[in-house]
């Protein structure tokens, strides 16, 4: 049963490096829905515009134009996929960056479903903290299936351009998109 009007999602990547593998995530998780999850839509949001977080840009209540648009994407969306690298044990700072500006009053964050994928070494801890964060913000993220992906080890997940092309892990995506569609509907009331 098709969802009335199609599951809004914005995808963050936490690395600006255009050819990341984090990026790669991205990229083919909205091919996924693009072509086998008709009623999600997908769309990447670039985190690189917004300045530092500093509250000294907030006047009167409004942010700077590249926050305020950031912002209203994620007021708009249903649902939130993160592409989380790990730098020192943790979510990297553009992430953060962008966690903190829409979790500025009014949190914008609060009662979307999300996943987080990594790409990289594999390390859990970046999700973790990134989940730990999400529990203040009132960020519900699916619990299953997790998804890690270690880059270097073989067999190659991504050509030279950072673009997945491991059917296994397209596959393993593909089902973290459905649980967090299922997610997004149950949250919203609409369970199948």
């Known amino acids: 049963m098709a969802a009335a009007q199609p599951i809004k999602v914005v995808a963050l990547c936490g690395s600006l490096r255009r050819a990341s593998y984090n990026r790669g995530l991205v990229r083919a998780a909205t091919e996924i829905c693009n072509e086998s999850i008709k009623d999600v839509?997908?769309?990447?949001?670039?985190?690189?515009?917004l300045p530092f977080l500093n509250t000294d840009l907030e006047v009167n209540g409004t942010y700077p134009p590249e926050v305020e648009g950031f912002r209203q994407k994620i007021r708009q969306a249903d649902s939130i996929f993160f592409a989380a690298p790990e730098n020192n044990y943790s979510v990297s700072a553009p992430l953060k960056n962008a966690i903190d500006w829409a979790s500025r009053p009014p949190n914008v964050w609060a009662d979307k479903a999300a996943a987080v994928v990594t790409a990289g070494g594999g390390s859990p801890r970046a999700q973790y903290h990134l989940r730990q964060i999400g529990v203040f913000l009132d960020l519900h993220f699916i619990n299953k299936p997790e998804f890690f992906l270690n880059a270097f080890q073989p067999p190659q997940k991504f050509d030279s351009d950072g673009n997945l092309i491991d059917a296994d892990s397209k596959e393993r995506l593909k089902q973290l998109l459905f649980s967090l569609r299922a997610?997004?509907?149950r949250l919203q009331g609409k369970a199948e």
């Open 41 to 49: 839509q997908m769309e990447y949001v670039d985190i690189s515009p």
């Open 183 to 185: 997610f997004t509907l």
